[in-house]
Nanobody, 125 residues
Framework: QVRLVESGGGLVQAGGSLRLSCVAS????????MAWFRQTPGKEREFVSR????????GYSDSVKGRFTISRDNNKSTVFLQMNSLKPEDTAVYYC??????????????????WGQGTQVTVSR
């Protein structure tokens, strides 16, 4: 059974930092690209960042580019999202996702078949 478990969310002041982690089990981790999405109530799930299976290629949404950094440790089956210079508009539930081939570059949430339970990030003014 494939499972993704996020952690690291919390409450932080604007300008602060958080580091999210997502531990995967039940899959050959390096064989999948990984991604982070976020969602606020009443809105569709929004792409945040993605990383290839090897970790050599990554992508970001315009709203987080230059502030967030995605990385992965294939030996620990873990993907990270370092979030710096956080803004109140970054407040959301953050989800990690898996299920696309390792070199597939897609921001479409429908392409990802496996999701974690989410971790809440709240940025206060």
């Amino acid at each position: 059974q494939v499972r993704l478990v996020e952690s690291g969310g919390g409450l932080v002041q604007a300008g602060g930092s958080l580091r999210l982690s997502c531990v995967a089990s039940g899959l050959t981790f390096r064989s999948y690209a990984m991604a982070w999405f976020r969602q606020t109530p009443g809105k569709e799930r929004e792409f945040v960042s993605r990383i290839s299976g090897s970790g050599g290629i990554s992508g970001y949404s315009d709203s987080v580019k230059g502030r967030f950094t995605i990385s992965r440790d294939n030996n620990k089956s873990t993907v990270f999202l370092q979030m710096n210079s956080l803004k109140p508009e970054d407040t959301a539930v953050y989800y990690c996702a898996a299920g696309v081939p390792p070199e597939t570059q897609t921001n479409d949430p429908n392409a990802y078949s496996t999701w974690g339970q989410g971790t809440q990030v709240t940025v206060s003014r």
